[in-house]
């Protein structure tokens, strides 16, 4: 009996120690690894939202206040970050794009900032010239509507592949569309791909044709995956060690870049489960900077067999989790692919693209809520709004038992009216584009008409007002990853001509500063440890040149990212 005692007591004095211990390394007086100091510091905390400084311990953020209260915290081996009056905010999560896409985008010709189809034919000239014959040349970033002139002969202001055909006889083109859902392909390409006139539209695709029902060289959606299959064959020839290093190099860019843009943690929307072993070994490796919520893209059956296997809450000191599915309603509204409820303006013939069957969603949806995983549709055009909506209602009414489900709907671009107060009532998330807005305007009106794009397109405040939460992003690499430019264009609305694009929808700095940093956490479901700079949170900073909360909204463009800070480390800083 004593000596069980005895035990005991010896037990309950281990457990005084340890609780002690965890005490005194909280206390305030002793040293940080990190204080950032002498500037505004932005810590999306309401009950204390702007501070001079902050301490960093372990990668924790250990304290907030003024300079004079945080002195304690300096000691002879802290590193201290002299702010001299600049901004520092919590770290920017993108709460959507496509990760290795960043990496691929940077391997390809960059056609970004393309202003005609003329230096299109010129890039993919001169990258010809440098290729062995055969080997495939690939690009993104082409949009029609951005261009200074239409090409001549067209279809729907899309030009002919013939020039494109002519320059490079011997390499077979791939050019992605900058929103990713249409391609452009030469006559190689096509040729390898056995595409003819007689090649029957996919379901959910179309070949744009000639008047005579000849391919132009467009190919819309799903249609693309009938250059893609043999873009991959041609792919998985290389060894596999070329194979390997491609895609760490893929991820190594993408990293980098999105560190350098302020980006801290990111929502990749659309991962294989391949995809996810990549990343899981960069983590364990402690090999990536960005802290990546992943959403897992396969199909049914996959995700059925797999997906238990695949459920990573936190790995690596929070760089890896992985909860959540995503998948495809529509295509993209410049593309004419959005799928809308009534047809587009500027094309009476087409009400856009169903991609996937709602019954294959319907299954997708019972696998996720069955499975405790977040669900995420892609959806852009009204039609497509609400045909997700009526899924997400339908699987909550059958599942009351699950709570918190915070399912969202991407893009959420194009709504009619009576499904706006739906989200908030739901539930459901709107993760949105703020650089949509201003990027996709100037033909937002083309597609739509006057009265449909003021009651539906990008309807910020009024979701906002009706209980939604909205977290924003870039779609990266269909735009720059860049957080700056989305975060002007969600408190601006303003168009590269000048126009304000329905102002009255516009978001304060501060809801747009929220919208990228505490939404877009709680949209990962990571509110408790990212999105502000608390104490016991994740000490993930970013530190800006300029004051983007007070600023002229034209300076904002102007501003730059001076250091980026994961987990108290400083991964990024400006040359």
């Known amino acids: ?62 304290a907030i206040g003024t300079d004079e209260e945080l002195s304690s915290f300096i000691g002879p081996d802290t590193e201290v970050i002299d702010l001299q009056g600049k901004l520092a905010v919590p770290g920017f999560i993108d ?19 393309v202003k005609n189809w003329d230096e299109v034919i010129s890039k993919v000239k001169a990258a010809a010239a440098d290729a062995a014959p055969g080997t495939w040349i690939q690009g993104r970033g082409w949009h029609q509507e951005k261009w200074d002139s239409v090409p001549s002969p067209n279809v729907d202001g899309l030009p002919f592949h013939h020039e494109l055909s002519r320059i490079s006889p011997e390499n077979p083109v791939l050019l992605k569309h900058a929103s990713g859902h249409s391609c452009f392909a030469n006559a190689n390409a096509m040729k390898r791909a056995g595409i003819s006139r007689s090649t029957p539209d996919p379901p959910g695709g179309e070949i744009v044709r000639d008047k005579q029902g000849r391919p132009i060289g467009i190919f819309r959606e799903t249609a693309q995956r009938l250059l893609e299959k043999t873009l991959n064959e041609a792919l998985e020839k290389r ?85 959540a599915i995503k998948h495809l309603a529509d295509g993209a509204l410049g593309a004419h692919g959005a799928w809308l409820l009534e047809p587009y303006e500027d094309l009476p013939s087409s009400i856009g693209l169903n991609i996937a069957p709602m019954e294959e969603i319907r299954e997708t949806a019972r696998i996720a809520i069955e499975n405790d995983f977040q669900l995420n549709i892609h959806c852009i055009g009204d039609r497509a709004n609400r045909e997700i909506l009526n899924i997400y209602e339908n699987a909550f009414l059958s599942h009351p038992e699950k709570k918190d489900l915070r399912w969202r709907i991407e893009h959420s671009q194009h709504l009619h009216p009576d499904d706006i107060p739906r989200f908030g ?151």
């Not at 340890?18 to 305030?28: E, G, R, T, W, Y």
């Not at 002498?38 to 301490?55: C, F, H, Q, R, Y």
């Not at 990549?278 to 090999?287: A, I, Q, T």
Request: with cysteine.
């Open 1 to 62: 009996m004593k000596k069980r005692i005895t035990i005991s007591m010896i037990a309950c004095c281990m457990i005084i120690t340890a609780v002690m211990l965890f005490v005194n390394c909280q206390k305030k007086d002793l040293p940080a690894d990190l204080v950032v100091q002498n500037g505004k510091i932005v810590t999306m905390d309401d009950s204390l939202p702007e501070v001079t400084a902050v301490a960093v311990r372990n990668g924790i953020v250990a």
């Open 95 to 113: 709460a959507h794009a496509h990760f290795t896409g960043i990496g691929q985008a940077k391997l390809g010709l960059d056609l970004m900032s």
């Open 239 to 323: 060894t596999p060690d070329q194979i390997y290093a491609e895609k760490k190099r893929v991820v190594e860019l993408a990293d980098q870049y999105c560190l350098s843009k302020g980006i801290t943690s990111f929502h990749d929307a659309g991962a294989s489960f391949e995809t996810i072993d990549l990343y899981k070994e960069f983590v364990e490796k402690g090999k990536l900077g960005v802290r990546l919520y992943v959403m897992i893209k396969a199909d049914n059956t996959s995700l059925r067999d797999r997906i238990n296997n695949y459920r990573i809450e936190g790995l690596g000191n929070n760089h890896l989790t992985v909860r």
């Open 425 to 575: 009532g739901l539930g459901v998330i709107a993760s949105m584009q703020g650089i949509h807005c201003t990027s996709d305007g100037p033909w937002v009106w083309k597609r739509l008409g006057e009265k449909r794009a003021e009651e539906g397109a990008y309807m910020w405040r009024t979701l906002m007002e009706t209980g939604a939460v909205i977290c924003n992003g870039t779609d990266a690499p269909v735009e720059d990853v860049d957080p700056l430019p989305s975060f002007h264009a969600t408190i601006s609305r303003k168009l590269k001509d000048g126009r304000v694009f329905y102002p009255d929808q516009r978001m304060s700095p501060e809801e747009a500063l929220r919208s990228y940093t505490l939404n877009a956490a709680y949209a990962g479901f990571q509110e408790d440890r990212l999105g502000s700079l608390i104490p016991g949170k994740l000490a993930d900073i970013v530190i800006l040149s300029k004051d983007i909360m007070t600023i002229p909204e034209n300076e904002i463009l102007d501003t730059d990212v001076l250091t980026t800070i994961v987990g108290g480390k400083i991964l990024y800083q400006k040359p």
